[in-house]
């Protein structure tokens, strides 16, 4: 039976900061973007709140969704 790391928290009391969120990601219809697996493409649609990008990649269009972390902007 392995167990699973505790997730860190921050004290109120710690002397050390808490480190900062990770800035979300946003992105809008037109933007040049590259997926680590996909390579380089465009965003055609943006939906909802930014909650997912539909991306034309030249040869397939892929939906994905947030959190983007394999999507960058270029």
Same mark, same amino acid.
């Given at each position: 039976?392995?167990? %699973? $790391? @505790?997730?860190?928290?921050?004290?109120?009391? %710690?002397?050390? /900061?808490?480190?900062?969120?990770?800035?979300?990601?946003? !992105?809008? =219809?037109? #933007?040049? =973007? %590259?997926? #680590?697996?996909?390579?380089?493409? /465009?965003?055609? +649609?943006?939906?909802?709140?930014? +909650? @997912?990008?539909?991306?034309? !990649?030249?040869?397939? /269009? =892929?939906?994905? %969704? @947030? $959190?983007?972390?394999?999507?960058?902007?270029?």
């Amino acid at each position: 039976m392995s167990k %699973s $790391p @505790a997730p860190r928290r921050h004290l109120p009391t %710690s002397p050390f /900061r808490a480190a900062p969120p990770p800035p979300i990601k946003q !992105f809008a =219809v037109g #933007d040049r =973007v %590259s997926h #680590d697996q996909y390579g380089l493409g /465009r965003a055609i +649609t943006v939906e909802g709140d930014g +909650t @997912a990008v539909v991306v034309d !990649f030249g040869s397939q /269009r =892929v939906r994905i %969704s @947030a $959190p983007f972390t394999k999507l960058f902007l270029l």
